[in-house]
């Protein structure tokens, strides 16, 4: 294997990377050395850092979609926001510190109008980004961490989240409340052939949606980074069109009302239906699952890609696969497998056709790795 691009410019652990996909090449990447450092991976040096952390180690990053020279920065239980050409001061143009408890990671919806704030005692903080103040609370889900949070870009009122209560949540914002469950913790939930999995509990660490832009190729789905060492890929529209048809059937024998506040979400019946369950038996990972994401470069969405505690790296070849119907088993379906002498934090790609794959693992030095 090649060796790996090393990028210098975090003092302490690198936690998360974002790449930009208006300018192919540009990376974000945060530390726990409360830095934001910017590369561009056709420079040798890093073009700018950001000292923003306050001496608090930065959890998560997205850009302002539509306009990346906006960034928000998640730090302790607040997010700021700043504008990349105004270095003098690092002045935030806002910030929210809406969260009771450390901020996991943050996201921004496709019509950036909404931000979105995971924190481990399970809430989630819908943030309307345009007013400038707090929307919605959602809370009554997880029961412990939530690790995770991604808007539909297909569904414009609803986020999903995933959790260390072994929980992926599907939320309507707008509501406030959550509409269906996945328990991977369940027995349908879990991979039902011999493969050699760690038995660690399936916390879900990550989730990952597909662009808009290549939804209609790759369907309505979300890869759920497991933290029993597998990927799940699950089709969310399917799941949702069968709770629908099973909820109709039974509102209709329903004669006594309830208030909305006792409701529960239904369950997402995965373990019967199409599914794809990558695995250690496949090549997979040995341990725990800590990022997933779908790849920018060549193809969009052709790859699904992987990092984990067991320090490497899954290119998964996964559509054809998956098209198909199977659940697991064959061995062409990992592409590439990158070895690492540390633990994954965070991976992002980047369109460009090499030098795609972004690592930080728990080191100071961000890895970059060419797939293509």
């Known amino acids: 294997m090649t060796e790996p691009r090393r990028l210098k410019g975090h003092k302490a652990i690198a936690t998360y990377c974002i790449a930009s996909r208006d300018r192919p090449g540009l990376v974000a990447t945060a530390g726990e050395d409360g830095c934001v450092c910017f590369f561009d991976l056709r420079c040798k ?20 979609t539509g306009n990346e020279n906006i960034i928000y920065v998640s730090a302790g239980n607040e997010v700021r926001c700043y504008d990349v050409n105004l270095a003098a001061s690092w002045k935030p143009l806002e910030s929210y510190s809406y969260n009771k408890d450390e901020i996991n990671q943050i996201a921004c919806n496709p019509k950036s109008s909404f931000l979105a704030a995971a924190d481990d005692c399970g809430d ?57 469950v996945a328990d991977f913790g369940m027995p349908d939930m879990t991979n039902t052939g011999d493969s050699g999995q760690c038995l660690n509990p399936a916390f879900v660490h990550s989730l990952a949606v597909p662009d808009i832009d290549v939804v209609d190729k790759v369907g309505k789905i979300c890869a759920v980074a497991r933290g029993d060492g597998a990927v799940n890929v699950l089709n969310i529209e399917l799941e949702l069109a069968a709770i629908k048809s ?11 009302s309830v208030s909305d506040s006792s409701i529960s979400p239904g369950p997402l019946h995965v373990g ?96 970059v790795f060419s797939v293509t």
């Not at 099973?246 to 006594?256: A, E, L, M």
């Open 45 to 64: 040096d890093v073009l700018l850092v950001m000292d923003v952390g306050n001496n608090n180690p930065i959890s998560s990053l997205c850009f302002k």
């Open 246 to 256: 099973k909820t109709s059937s039974k509102t209709k024998k329903v004669t006594k």
């Open 124 to 180: 989630v903080k819908i943030v309307d980004i345009r007013n400038h103040c707090l929307y919605k609370t959602l809370r009554a889900g997880h029961s412990t961490i939530c690790s995770s949070v991604q808007f539909l870009p297909w569904r414009p009122w609803e986020v999903i989240t995933g959790g260390l209560d072994s929980k992926l949540f599907m939320w309507d914002f707008s509501k406030g409340r959550p509409q269906k």
């Open 272 to 367: 019967s239906r199409k599914k794809l369950h990558l695995e250690h038996s496949m090549g997979g990972h040995s341990a725990a699952v800590s990022c997933v994401t779908f790849s920018l470069f060549g193809e969009k969405g052709k790859f699904i890609i992987s990092g984990g505690n067991d320090k490497s790296v899954k290119v998964w070849d996964w559509y054809d696969s998956y098209d198909a119907g199977a659940i697991s088993g064959g061995t062409n379906i990992l592409s590439k497998n990158f070895g690492l002498s540390k633990k994954v934090n965070w991976l992002c790609t980047t369109p460009m056709d090499s030098e795609n794959l972004v690592v930080c693992d728990t080191s100071r030095v961000v890895k």
